[in-house]
Structures are given as structure tokens and as C-alpha cells.
């Protein structure tokens, strides 16, 4: 029903096969629309876009498909996370998020409802998306 107290950006997820070839526009749009680019990265493996408006930091970063999971830089989710997705109400206003948001906040977070970031925005991941060998191994050679 809100933003998570601790948490300091807006994050995005995308699917890497979707936005990838629209790359370029996207960057075109976020200018056009007044985001300050910070830095971005159109890698199938590594896409990534840092921006800035209204005085918050918006990350938005894709995901890639293999087998059942999606892949970020090493680490793993559940592909069923970011299926057709669902709406939510946050402040009075509706859209659209990932496949059961909570199950996803939970694989992100762990107790997302407890604050498990320090002021000093140390990060604390998840075990189960945690990198592995296998995984580390399937990005060199992807």
C-alpha cells in the first residue's frame, strides 16, 4: 500500500527480450520527458538504466530469460515473477507490477516487512537470489 520506509529508489523491472530492441527509444522517451540519465547499459546480461526526476533515483533494469528463471547479472529469479503481472494501488493510483509482488519482495528481500537495510545503505540480498558457480558460469558463457 506504500513504499517500503528504507528502500531510497523506484525500481523497474523489464524483460531484456522486450527492451532491447526498443533500447534507443526508451532512452529517447526518458530524455524527452525530463529524467536526467545518470548512466545506462544496453547488455542483454547487464541492461540497466540509472535516471533522476522529481528528487528520486529511478533504476530500471532488465531481466533475461533461461529455462524457468530470469537472470540479472548472476543472480536468479523465479520467471513466473514476471508473467502477465497484476495491478496494485500504491497512494490512490493503479499499475501494473510484476506477478505476485509479494512472493517477488520476499525473493528480494527476504522479510521485506522488516527493515534489513542500514542507514548506510549497506544491502543485504536474499539467499535465494544469491549468485552461484552454475549461474556465474552460464553468463561468461551466454
Not at 6 to 14: A, P
Not at 62 to 89: A, D, H, S, V, W
Request: aromatic letters at 16%; hydrophobic letters at 30%; one cysteine or more.
Amino acid at each position: 500500500g506504500d513504499f517500503i520506509r528504507w528502500d531510497w529508489d523506484v525500481g523497474i523491472s523489464l524483460k531484456t527480450e522486450e527492451v532491447v530492441p526498443k533500447f534507443s527509444q526508451l532512452i529517447s522517451q526518458l530524455r524527452n520527458n525530463g529524467f536526467e540519465l545518470k548512466s545506462y547499459n544496453s547488455g542483454k546480461t547487464h541492461l540497466k538504466i540509472n535516471a533522476l526526476k522529481y528528487g528520486a533515483r529511478y533504476e530500471l533494469i532488465g531481466f533475461f530469460k533461461l529455462g524457468n528463471m530470469r537472470y540479472r547479472r548472476g543472480f536468479r529469479y523465479p520467471g513466473e515473477l514476471f508473467g502477465r503481472g497484476t495491478e496494485i494501488t500504491l497512494r490512490g493510483e493503479t499499475y501494473r507490477t510484476v506477478n505476485k509482488p509479494e512472493m517477488y519482495l520476499e525473493w528480494m528481500y527476504g522479510d521485506w516487512k522488516t527493515p534489513i537495510r542500514t542507514c548506510d545503505k549497506k544491502v543485504y540480498i536474499s539467499p535465494k537470489s544469491r549468485p552461484n558457480p552454475f549461474v556465474r558460469w552460464i553468463l561468461r558463457h551466454f
